[in-house]
């Protein structure tokens, strides 16, 4: 709960691959990584040059300094994800229950992935709405496009279109 700047250098923040307070992966309270710990849960530090995107930034690199990109070519990172989203899914039986899924910065998660998650909310619930944040794309964007039509049966959210609405009113 301190303060995590006092442990990392502000300047360290640009090449390290760090959560703030170097945050843990927990499964139902028991440890299971640390971006410090567990080699190979997360992409080697690499940064998104938005200039000159490329498939591999977009799927490897961090967002930001200090959030690093889960490496979900790891088959233990990707079945800790699908045990997740299942465990969500089918929580509260008999009562209320998820009746979505939003997959968060999408254009940062490999495709094949992204397919196995989609198809396990399918397999759970087949009426579940899921939908997809490709921040900057919209109905225009070929990265959009490339998601939609590669990642399966999800629908997105617009930034574009909602932009134009928000300057229009």
């Known amino acids: ?94 009562g209320a229950q998820v009746a979505g899924i939003r997959i968060d910065a999408i254009k940062h998660i490999n495709r094949p992935f992204a397919r196995r998650l989609v198809k396990l909310v399918r397999r759970v619930n087949p009426n579940a709405v899921i939908f997809v944040e490709d921040f900057g794309g919209g109905s225009q964007s070929r990265t959009t496009d490339d998601i939609l039509g590669s990642v399966g049966d999800v629908s997105t959210i617009d930034f574009s279109f909602t932009d134009s609405i928000r300057h229009f009113f």
């Open 1 to 94: 709960q301190g303060d995590w700047s006092s442990d990392v250098c502000s300047s360290d923040l640009d090449t390290l691959n760090v959560f703030p307070a170097l945050g843990e992966v927990l499964e139902r309270g028991r440890f299971v990584a640390n971006v410090n710990t567990r080699p190979g849960w997360y992409y080697p530090p690499c940064r998104i040059d938005y200039g000159r995107l490329s498939v591999n930034m977009l799927t490897t690199c961090q967002i930001a300094s200090d959030l690093p990109t889960l490496n979900h070519d790891n088959p233990s990172v990707s079945e800790y994800l699908l045990k997740a989203a299942e465990f969500w899914l089918r929580a509260n039986p008999g």
